[in-house]
Nanobody, 123 residues
Framework: QVQLVESGGGLAQAGGSLRLSCVAS????????MGWFRQAPGKEREFVAR????????AYADSVKGRFTISRDTTKNTVSLQMNSLKPEDTAAYYC????????????????WGQGTQVTVSS
């Protein structure tokens, strides 16, 4: 019922910024909590950020807290991840995902996943 397409990845300098966008299909977007995850080569997928269905509740991994901001725009069926003060260790493929549950942090609770967008941060 929901298809997700990420965009906005690319190359950034350390200390720079990027804004990722995830476009979802249909009006059912508003029925799902959304999350961002990332995975670097040779490493496990890790939680980055989450946002509730109404956009009132957010949570972040300690590694990105204070630097990244998640938001959603129901009218455009999009969820965004603003990434500031980027570090080389932020380099990874970033994925957005949708869950019918209340802003979960567990990847297993997300039903729909995008194909990912690559973020590379150079020093």
């Amino acid at each position: 019922q929901v298809q997700l397409v990420e965009s906005g990845g690319g190359l950034a300098q350390a200390g720079g910024s990027l804004r990722l966008s995830c476009v979802a299909s249909g009006r059912t977007f508003s029925s799902y909590a959304m999350g961002w995850f990332r995975q670097a080569p040779g490493k496990e997928r890790e939680f980055v950020a989450r946002i509730s269905r109404g956009g009132r509740t957010t949570a972040y991994a300690d590694s990105v807290k204070g630097r990244f901001t998640i938001s959603r725009d129901t009218t455009k069926n999009t969820v965004s991840l603003q990434m500031n003060s980027l570090k080389p260790e932020d380099t990874a493929a970033y994925y957005c995902a949708a869950s019918p549950r209340l802003a979960p942090m567990n990847a297993a609770e997300y039903i729909y996943w995008g194909q990912g967008t690559q973020v590379t941060v150079s020093s």
